[in-house]
């Protein structure tokens, strides 16, 4: 089996500050959450989540067939994708808090801002009366999104869109 921490990945930085006003710097969950958060193995599991989650909205059409198989198979993916993300934001905010417990927590990080957007768009799509409101339309078009999510867990990339914003700005 694969391990859930890679022996080569980089030691862990002290946790800092209180998460979630209950969970203490040393606390075991908190820095079980850490060691998974940071572990490349599951940073590769969540890229490979983003990469099927984006060919399920691709194949998502709208003149695709509602009441269709290929429909049912997808809206049952989008679940355990949204599932799958809401866990992965969760452990980010369990080991780094979410607001005020760090400058790690999960909302003072701006890609982590983009992820919480996508993945509350993702659940208020899913939730029972959202089909009948006009405007989620719109907001669909956010989990379009979440290809931009690799760009947040590779530092090469980063550097490329930092180096074409300011190319575009000059």
């Known amino acids: 089996p694969l391990p859930i ?3 080569a990945d980089k030691p862990l930085e002290p946790l800092e500050g209180t998460s979630l006003c209950c969970l203490p710097p040393e606390s075991g969950l908190r820095k ?3 060691a998974l958060a940071e572990s490349s193995t599951f940073d590769t599991f969540i890229i490979f989540l983003i990469i099927g989650s984006s060919v399920c909205l691709a194949l998502d059409v709208p003149r695709l067939d509602q009441g269709g198989e290929m429909k049912y198979y ?3 993916l989008n679940y355990v994708f949204t599932f799958l993300f809401i866990f992965e934001m969760s452990i980010k905010i369990i080991a780094y808090g979410f607001w005020w417990s760090s400058d790690k927590a999960y909302l003072k990080q701006p890609w982590n801002v983009l992820d919480g957007i996508v993945v509350m768009v993702s659940v208020i799509d899913q ?3 959202a ?3 006009g405007f989620m339309k719109t907001l669909r078009i956010v989990r379009a999104l979440r290809p931009l999510r690799v ?3 590779h530092e090469n990339l980063k550097l490329v869109v930092k180096d074409r914003k300011s190319t575009r700005l000059n």
Do not use: A, E, K, Y
Request: proline fraction near 11%.
């Open 127 to 129: 939730l029972p009366f």
């Open 74 to 76: 997808l809206n049952q």
């Open 5 to 7: 921490v890679d022996p």
């Open 32 to 34: 079980m959450c850490q």
């Open 131 to 133: 089909s009948g409101l």
């Open 151 to 153: 760009i947040s867990r």
